[in-house]
């Protein structure tokens, strides 16, 4: 029988997730392996340099830079303030002395007698690295980061915008075949993750984002409402840095697509638990899927899944989703495997499979518009 190998998507009510949470510089780690954490303990923490601001001190005193040293009242190493005087000129007889003013706060990092320009490095900026989600640490990568496991009820989303968050898990809606509406949405919801239903309305991203939802979680999303609550068309294929006071996951696809049915059983299952969601998406070489992860805090289950792509064989059978135009997003289960490569509309060739979606139609797509969605 024909098979074949495909990525996929992965949503199971239990598996041992392991997550490494790296320092982008070298830096101190804060906890040892065994150690117990949650989502926002700091397990690593380091300082990135300030940003550099160049003062053209001997233009300023109208000197030649070789002249400027002798005038300086600052060294190298002072720390100095906004408004703060650098130097100063001789003046004529003593009188009109003429200062040269700091443009910038932070520490005397050098004095040029070449260019006589003086430079000023800012305050260092903390950065923290927390847990993203809650368990133990299992491993410590010296001045790095560590690894954080847990056993968890783990859903991988087809696309997100928005970074890492948490809180507990809360449903609006009755079903998973409801869009997500203003009404939906109340003050009890602060700080949470949201399950909804079908499509997730500009209205109700706005009222969530008022109100303080930490992520939005549905099966589809229009491009008109996305447009909207994002302010500009998104046309990268990485996402994730977003700064739109929300995360938002949509688990099928674009448009109005009602979560699948087990989806939203899985999370209704866990409603109170706190959770876990990345809304970065990667949709090139090196693909990332937008992630909830709930930790169950029971016994590992076994099976290790550390996010990213995942593969699997596609048979007669095997459930998959499209994610490709005209039928993205769409569910369906392989119908044929034809073991000989068709023509495309575009001409081209390429190795195919038959889909049969959910709604009895049968759809030829090449293998490559599939993934596999994972139990």
């Given at each position: 029988?024909?098979?074949?190998?495909?990525?996929?998507?992965?949503?199971?009510?239990?598996?041992?997730?392991?997550?490494?949470?790296?320092?982008?510089?070298s830096?101190d780690?804060?906890?040892?392996v065994?150690d117990?954490?949650?989502a926002?303990t700091?397990?690593?923490e380091?300082?990135?340099?300030?940003?550099?601001f160049?003062?053209?001190?001997?233009?300023?005193l109208?000197?030649?830079?070789?002249?400027?040293?002798?005038?300086?009242?600052?060294?190298?190493?002072?720390?100095v303030?906004v408004?703060?005087?650098?130097?100063?000129?001789?003046?004529?007889?003593?009188?009109?002395?003429?200062e040269?003013k700091?443009?910038?706060a932070?520490t005397l990092e050098?004095?040029?007698?070449?260019?006589?320009?003086?430079?000023?490095?800012?305050?260092?900026?903390?950065?923290?690295?927390?847990?993203?989600?809650?368990?133990?640490?299992?491993e410590?990568?010296?001045?790095?980061g560590?690894?954080?496991?847990?056993d968890?009820?783990?859903?991988?989303g087809?696309?997100?915008?928005?970074?890492?968050?948490?809180?507990p898990?809360?449903?609006a809606?009755?079903?998973?075949?409801?869009?997500?509406?203003?009404?939906?949405i109340d003050a009890?919801?602060?700080?949470?993750?949201?399950?909804?239903?079908?499509?997730m309305t500009?209205g109700g991203?706005?009222?969530?984002?008022e109100v303080?939802?930490a992520a939005?979680i549905?099966?589809g999303?229009?491009?008109?409402?996305?447009?909207?609550v994002?302010?500009?068309?998104l046309?990268?294929?990485?996402?994730?840095s977003e700064?739109?006071g929300?995360?938002l996951?949509?688990?099928?696809g674009?448009?109005?697509?009602?979560m699948?049915k087990?989806?939203?059983q899985?999370?209704?299952?866990h409603?109170?638990?706190?959770?876990?969601?990345?809304?970065?998406t990667?949709?090139?070489?090196?693909?990332?899927r937008?992630?909830?992860?709930?930790?169950?805090?029971?016994a590992?289950?076994?099976?290790?899944?550390t996010?990213?792509?995942?593969?699997g064989i596609l048979?007669i059978?095997?459930?998959?989703?499209i994610?490709?135009?005209p039928?993205f997003?769409?569910?369906?289960?392989?119908s044929a495997?034809?073991e000989q490569?068709?023509?495309?509309?575009?001409?081209?060739?390429?190795r195919?499979l038959?889909?049969?979606?959910?709604?009895g139609?049968?759809?030829?797509v090449?293998?490559?518009?599939?993934?596999?969605?994972?139990?």
């Open positions: 029988m024909a098979k074949a190998y495909t990525p996929g998507l992965k949503v199971t009510a239990r598996t041992t997730y392991r997550v490494r949470r790296l320092l982008p510089v830096g780690v804060r906890v040892k065994g117990s954490v949650s926002e700091v397990v690593a380091t300082f990135l340099e300030g940003d550099v160049p003062i053209k001190v001997a233009g300023m109208s000197v030649n830079p070789s002249e400027l040293m002798p005038l300086m009242l600052k060294r190298a190493g002072d720390t303030q408004g703060d005087a650098l130097a100063r000129s001789k003046g004529i007889f003593g009188m009109m002395k003429t040269a700091s443009t910038a932070g050098s004095i040029s007698e070449s260019t006589g320009m003086v430079i000023i490095r800012g305050a260092k900026t903390p950065v923290q690295v927390r847990a993203y989600v809650a368990g133990k640490i299992i410590v990568i010296a001045s790095e560590v690894v954080v496991e847990t968890a009820l783990f859903v991988q087809i696309f997100g915008v928005g970074g890492e968050t948490w809180g898990l809360m449903v809606g009755k079903s998973h075949a409801e869009d997500l509406l203003e009404e939906h009890s919801m602060k700080g949470a993750i949201v399950v909804g239903g079908a499509r500009a991203i706005r009222r969530a984002r303080g939802v939005l549905c099966g999303i229009d491009d008109a409402d996305l447009r909207d994002l302010g500009y068309d046309g990268v294929a990485v996402t994730g700064k739109i929300i995360t996951l949509v688990t099928e674009f448009g109005d697509i009602a699948a087990r989806t939203f899985l999370l209704l299952a409603v109170g638990k706190m959770a876990s969601v990345n809304g970065a990667q949709i090139r070489a090196g693909v990332m937008p992630e909830i992860a709930v930790p169950l805090g029971e590992s289950s076994g099976e290790i899944f996010g990213g792509a995942t593969a048979d059978g095997t459930p998959v989703r994610i490709r135009d039928h997003g769409l569910l369906g289960s392989v495997l034809p490569p068709a023509v495309l509309g575009s001409g081209s060739k390429a195919v038959e889909v049969a979606l959910e709604s139609q049968r759809v030829t090449p293998r490559a518009n599939v993934e596999l969605v994972g139990d």
